[in-house]
């Protein structure tokens, strides 16, 4: 569900090392071509109230002062803010006008931690569109430089909250200019900022599943018909997020997982229960 016309204005105005590809094949006297790096784009959308351009300059100093920015390289227009930070190209376009309504409708249907997010996002006028860039082997990190200048963004714009499209992700402002601050602080983890955590119960059954640990190039995650409480079940599916996010442990078929709060879990890989298309690691809780 990515903003094609953004992404294609982002190709046109990135270093064309970003995106290169090798369009002339070698003469037998040149050298043998480099392989073209992949990159990782890890992005979202700061829903605004209003159809008002963000004042980048104001906001980039913000993101200096307040959330700890070093910047290397600027561009700025009256609708962009393009930078790099620590070997990072990150972008910010305004655009004047609100996303798709069955799209918010479809995200605010899944934001249990935002239950009025149907009525309060859908009255967003316009978007800035956030887009960090990096290296696929540090997909941590990009998500640690999206949350704090998303949470810049938020606390520096007339803003009602935020969409990661890749997750359905829709939280609100409050929300998550709090977990970015922390995160900041006190270097913990916003995995409700970057993970989805979903639960149902049904003839005395809980399930639940996880939907954005691909981001991070790991497995999805769910717990099948527990005889335990949904609360517990959604705790559970936390902690094991939080535990491979953090460590970067890609789950084996048949191998336990030890978790952060040194619960061991059985691990069994197999097509998903929810996910259509999807193999999942299925915990034994």
């Known amino acids: 569900m990515r903003h094609l016309l953004l992404f294609a204005a982002l190709v046109a105005f990135l270093p064309s090392t970003i995106f290169a590809q090798t369009t002339k094949p070698p003469t037998t006297a040149s050298p043998a071509p480099k392989a073209t790096v992949a ?16 004042d980048f300059k104001a906001l980039l100093a913000t993101l200096k002062t307040d959330w700890k920015f070093r910047i290397d390289s600027v561009t700025i ?19 004047d006008y609100a996303l798709a ?30 887009s960090v860039i990096g290296s696929p082997v540090r997909a941590l990190d ?4 999206f949350t704090r200048i998303a949470g810049g963004t938020l606390e520096n714009t007339r803003s009602i909250g935020i969409y990661m499209n890749n997750q359905y992700l829709l939280l609100a402002k409050g929300f998550y ?4 601050h922390n995160m900041l602080t006190n270097n913990s983890l916003p995995i409700y900022c970057w993970v989805h955590f979903g639960t149902a119960e049904a003839d005395g059954k809980s399930s639940g599943y ?24 959604h705790a559970v599916l936390y902690d094991a997020a939080a535990t491979v996010i953090e460590y970067n442990t890609k789950v084996r078929d048949g191998q336990p997982l030890t978790t952060r709060e040194d619960q061991q879990l059985s691990v069994k890989l197999s097509p998903s229960a929810v996910l ?8 034994g809780f």
């Open 142 to 145: 990009l998500y640690k430089t």
């Open 77 to 95: 227009n009256a609708k962009t803010l393009v930078f790099t930070t620590a070997g990072t190209t990150v972008t910010l376009a305004y655009l």
């Open 177 to 180: 200019t709090a977990a970015a």
């Open 39 to 54: 990159q990782k784009i890890v992005t979202g959308s700061v829903l605004l109230n209003e159809r008002t351009a963000p």
């Open 210 to 233: 996880t939907f954005g640990l691909k981001e991070f190039g790991l497995s999805e995650m769910e717990i099948v018909q527990s005889a335990r409480p949904t609360s517990e079940v």
């Open 276 to 283: 259509e298309g999807q193999t999942t690691a299925k915990l």
């Open 101 to 130: 309504p069955n799209e918010i409708k479809a995200a605010a249907n899944l934001s249990w931690l935002w239950r009025t997010a149907a009525q309060e996002a859908g009255r967003h006028q316009a978007q800035v569109v956030i």
